[in-house]
T-cell receptor
Framework: NAGVTQTPKFQVLKTGQSMTLQCAQD?????MSWYRQDPGMGLRLIHY???????DQGEVPNGYNVSRSTTEDFPLRLLSAAPSQTSVYFC?????????????FGPGTRLTVT | EDQVTQSPEALRLQEGESSSLNCSYT??????LFWYRQDPGKGPEFLFT???AGEEKEKERLKATLTKKESFLHITAPKPEDSATYLC??????????FGSGTQLTVLP
Protein backbone atom coordinates (compact mmCIF):
# COMPACT_ATOMS: atom_id res chain seq x y z
CA ASN A 1 0.00 0.00 0.00
CA ALA A 2 1.17 3.53 -0.79
CA GLY A 3 -0.81 4.88 2.17
CA VAL A 4 -1.72 8.56 1.90
CA THR A 5 -0.16 10.42 -1.01
CA GLN A 6 -0.16 14.16 -1.66
CA THR A 7 0.82 16.21 -4.69
CA PRO A 8 2.53 18.51 -5.28
CA LYS A 9 5.19 18.48 -2.57
CA PHE A 10 6.01 22.16 -3.08
CA GLN A 11 4.03 24.97 -4.71
CA VAL A 12 4.47 28.72 -5.12
CA LEU A 13 1.42 30.82 -6.02
CA LYS A 14 0.80 34.47 -6.59
CA THR A 15 -1.95 36.25 -4.68
CA GLY A 16 -5.30 35.64 -6.35
CA GLN A 17 -4.35 32.43 -8.15
CA SER A 18 -6.30 29.25 -7.57
CA MET A 19 -5.07 25.70 -7.31
CA THR A 20 -5.96 22.22 -6.11
CA LEU A 21 -3.94 20.16 -3.66
CA GLN A 22 -4.37 16.47 -4.37
CA CYS A 23 -4.77 13.75 -1.74
CA ALA A 24 -5.33 10.06 -2.30
CA GLN A 25 -5.36 6.97 -0.07
CA ASP A 26 -5.46 3.30 -0.98
CA UNK A 27 -6.53 1.90 2.41
CA UNK A 28 -10.29 2.16 1.78
CA UNK A 29 -10.65 4.58 4.69
CA UNK A 30 -13.97 6.35 5.04
CA UNK A 31 -12.69 9.34 7.00
CA MET A 32 -10.35 11.87 5.38
CA SER A 33 -9.28 15.31 6.51
CA TRP A 34 -7.12 18.31 5.67
CA TYR A 35 -4.95 20.17 8.18
CA ARG A 36 -2.66 23.13 7.93
CA GLN A 37 0.44 23.45 10.06
CA ASP A 38 1.91 26.84 10.91
CA PRO A 39 4.90 27.57 13.19
CA GLY A 40 3.88 27.79 16.83
CA MET A 41 0.22 26.99 16.12
CA GLY A 42 0.03 23.24 15.72
CA LEU A 43 -2.14 21.41 13.23
CA ARG A 44 -5.53 22.99 12.52
CA LEU A 45 -8.40 21.19 10.83
CA ILE A 46 -9.63 22.76 7.59
CA HIS A 47 -12.24 20.34 6.23
CA TYR A 48 -13.10 16.69 6.71
CA UNK A 49 -15.20 13.96 5.13
CA UNK A 50 -16.77 10.84 6.65
CA UNK A 51 -17.41 9.24 3.29
CA UNK A 52 -17.98 9.82 -0.42
CA UNK A 53 -20.39 12.70 -0.98
CA UNK A 54 -20.16 13.96 2.62
CA UNK A 55 -17.95 16.86 3.71
CA ASP A 56 -17.94 19.27 6.64
CA GLN A 57 -16.02 22.28 7.88
CA GLY A 58 -13.29 22.22 10.47
CA GLU A 59 -11.73 25.00 12.51
CA VAL A 60 -10.33 27.13 9.64
CA PRO A 61 -12.39 26.52 6.46
CA ASN A 62 -12.48 30.02 4.96
CA GLY A 63 -10.83 30.26 1.55
CA TYR A 64 -10.88 26.51 0.94
CA ASN A 65 -13.27 24.12 -0.76
CA VAL A 66 -13.37 20.33 -0.76
CA SER A 67 -15.31 17.58 -2.48
CA ARG A 68 -15.36 13.81 -2.05
CA SER A 69 -16.59 12.02 -5.15
CA THR A 70 -14.74 8.76 -4.41
CA THR A 71 -13.50 6.99 -1.28
CA GLU A 72 -9.91 7.33 -2.46
CA ASP A 73 -9.60 11.03 -3.31
CA PHE A 74 -10.10 14.20 -1.28
CA PRO A 75 -8.80 17.30 -3.11
CA LEU A 76 -8.46 20.68 -1.42
CA ARG A 77 -9.11 23.77 -3.55
CA LEU A 78 -7.79 27.23 -2.86
CA LEU A 79 -10.21 29.61 -4.53
CA SER A 80 -8.13 32.82 -4.53
CA ALA A 81 -4.80 32.39 -2.79
CA ALA A 82 -3.74 34.87 -0.11
CA PRO A 83 -0.39 35.25 1.70
CA SER A 84 -2.15 34.10 4.91
CA GLN A 85 -2.55 30.69 3.27
CA THR A 86 1.20 30.15 3.18
CA SER A 87 1.56 26.97 5.21
CA VAL A 88 2.25 23.25 5.14
CA TYR A 89 -0.86 21.23 4.31
CA PHE A 90 -1.40 17.66 5.48
CA CYS A 91 -4.02 15.20 4.39
CA UNK A 92 -4.96 12.35 6.73
CA UNK A 93 -7.22 9.32 6.69
CA UNK A 94 -8.56 6.67 9.06
CA UNK A 95 -11.33 4.07 9.09
CA UNK A 96 -14.63 5.59 10.23
CA UNK A 97 -15.86 4.30 13.54
CA UNK A 98 -12.42 4.15 15.14
CA UNK A 99 -11.35 6.47 17.92
CA UNK A 100 -9.61 8.82 15.53
CA UNK A 101 -6.23 8.13 17.01
CA UNK A 102 -4.58 6.13 14.30
CA UNK A 103 -4.84 8.69 11.58
CA UNK A 104 -2.43 8.15 8.71
CA PHE A 105 -0.90 11.38 7.47
CA GLY A 106 0.47 12.16 4.05
CA PRO A 107 3.93 13.71 3.53
CA GLY A 108 2.55 17.24 3.20
CA THR A 109 2.45 20.05 0.62
CA ARG A 110 4.47 23.18 1.34
CA LEU A 111 2.63 26.16 -0.14
CA THR A 112 4.00 29.67 -0.47
CA VAL A 113 1.76 32.53 -1.58
CA THR A 114 3.56 35.70 -2.66
CA GLU B 1 -13.26 25.17 23.29
CA ASP B 2 -10.67 22.43 23.61
CA GLN B 3 -7.11 23.61 24.26
CA VAL B 4 -3.73 21.87 24.33
CA THR B 5 -0.48 23.40 25.59
CA GLN B 6 2.83 21.62 25.25
CA SER B 7 6.04 22.38 27.11
CA PRO B 8 8.86 22.94 26.68
CA GLU B 9 8.82 24.23 23.10
CA ALA B 10 12.29 22.78 22.56
CA LEU B 11 14.44 20.36 24.53
CA ARG B 12 18.07 19.34 24.00
CA LEU B 13 19.31 16.19 25.74
CA GLN B 14 22.53 14.27 25.77
CA GLU B 15 22.25 10.66 24.65
CA GLY B 16 21.15 8.61 27.66
CA GLU B 17 19.77 11.63 29.57
CA SER B 18 16.16 10.81 30.47
CA SER B 19 13.48 13.51 30.56
CA SER B 20 9.76 14.21 30.16
CA LEU B 21 7.60 16.27 27.83
CA ASN B 22 4.41 17.85 29.13
CA CYS B 23 0.98 18.21 27.53
CA SER B 24 -1.63 20.21 29.47
CA TYR B 25 -5.19 20.18 28.21
CA THR B 26 -8.71 21.41 28.74
CA UNK B 27 -11.44 19.52 26.96
CA UNK B 28 -15.16 18.96 27.11
CA UNK B 29 -15.72 15.25 27.47
CA UNK B 30 -12.33 13.66 26.82
CA UNK B 31 -12.59 10.90 24.23
CA UNK B 32 -8.86 10.36 23.96
CA LEU B 33 -5.42 11.94 24.24
CA PHE B 34 -2.97 11.16 21.47
CA TRP B 35 0.77 11.42 20.98
CA TYR B 36 2.37 11.69 17.56
CA ARG B 37 5.96 11.91 16.37
CA GLN B 38 6.86 14.19 13.44
CA ASP B 39 10.19 14.11 11.63
CA PRO B 40 11.31 17.13 9.57
CA GLY B 41 9.56 17.33 6.21
CA LYS B 42 7.19 14.46 7.03
CA GLY B 43 3.68 13.96 8.29
CA PRO B 44 2.92 13.04 11.91
CA GLU B 45 3.20 9.38 12.88
CA PHE B 46 0.90 7.92 15.54
CA LEU B 47 2.48 6.77 18.82
CA PHE B 48 -0.12 6.34 21.60
CA THR B 49 -3.72 6.81 22.63
CA UNK B 50 -4.73 7.28 26.28
CA UNK B 51 -8.36 7.32 27.36
CA UNK B 52 -8.57 7.70 31.13
CA ALA B 53 -6.59 9.10 34.06
CA GLY B 54 -4.03 6.64 35.36
CA GLU B 55 -3.55 4.93 32.03
CA GLU B 56 -0.01 4.30 30.75
CA LYS B 57 1.33 3.12 27.40
CA GLU B 58 4.89 2.14 26.48
CA LYS B 59 6.84 1.73 23.27
CA GLU B 60 10.58 1.13 23.35
CA ARG B 61 12.11 4.13 25.19
CA LEU B 62 8.83 6.06 25.34
CA LYS B 63 6.14 5.93 28.02
CA ALA B 64 3.01 8.07 27.99
CA THR B 65 0.95 8.75 31.11
CA LEU B 66 -2.33 10.58 31.68
CA THR B 67 -3.92 12.55 34.52
CA LYS B 68 -7.14 14.56 34.50
CA LYS B 69 -5.31 17.71 33.41
CA GLU B 70 -2.12 16.66 31.68
CA SER B 71 -0.13 13.97 29.97
CA PHE B 72 3.57 13.24 30.09
CA LEU B 73 5.75 11.60 27.51
CA HIS B 74 8.71 10.10 29.35
CA ILE B 75 11.83 9.34 27.34
CA THR B 76 14.24 6.94 28.99
CA ALA B 77 17.89 6.82 27.87
CA PRO B 78 17.15 8.58 24.56
CA LYS B 79 19.17 8.01 21.42
CA PRO B 80 19.85 10.48 18.57
CA GLU B 81 17.21 8.72 16.45
CA ASP B 82 14.59 9.85 18.98
CA SER B 83 15.14 13.43 17.78
CA ALA B 84 11.85 14.71 16.36
CA THR B 85 8.92 16.97 17.18
CA TYR B 86 6.40 15.31 19.49
CA LEU B 87 2.79 16.39 19.12
CA CYS B 88 -0.03 15.98 21.61
CA UNK B 89 -3.71 16.10 20.63
CA UNK B 90 -7.06 15.66 22.39
CA UNK B 91 -10.42 14.55 21.12
CA UNK B 92 -13.43 15.93 22.93
CA UNK B 93 -17.16 15.87 22.48
CA UNK B 94 -16.79 17.59 19.09
CA UNK B 95 -15.04 14.41 17.93
CA UNK B 96 -12.26 16.27 16.14
CA UNK B 97 -8.62 16.41 17.15
CA UNK B 98 -7.15 19.57 18.71
CA PHE B 99 -3.35 19.62 18.50
CA GLY B 100 -0.73 21.35 20.58
CA SER B 101 2.15 23.16 18.92
CA GLY B 102 4.63 20.41 19.77
CA THR B 103 7.95 19.92 21.56
CA GLN B 104 11.05 19.79 19.37
CA LEU B 105 13.40 17.22 20.89
CA THR B 106 17.08 17.05 19.97
CA VAL B 107 19.22 14.22 21.34
CA LEU B 108 22.94 14.84 21.01
CA PRO B 109 25.38 11.92 20.62
Amino acid sequence: NAGVTQTPKFQVLKTGQSMTLQCAQDMNHEYMSWYRQDPGMGLRLIHYSVGAGITDQGEVPNGYNVSRSTTEDFPLRLLSAAPSQTSVYFCASRPEGTSGSEQYFGPGTRLTVT
Amino acid sequence: EDQVTQSPEALRLQEGESSSLNCSYTVSGLRGLFWYRQDPGKGPEFLFTLYSAGEEKEKERLKATLTKKESFLHITAPKPEDSATYLCAVKGSARQLTFGSGTQLTVLP
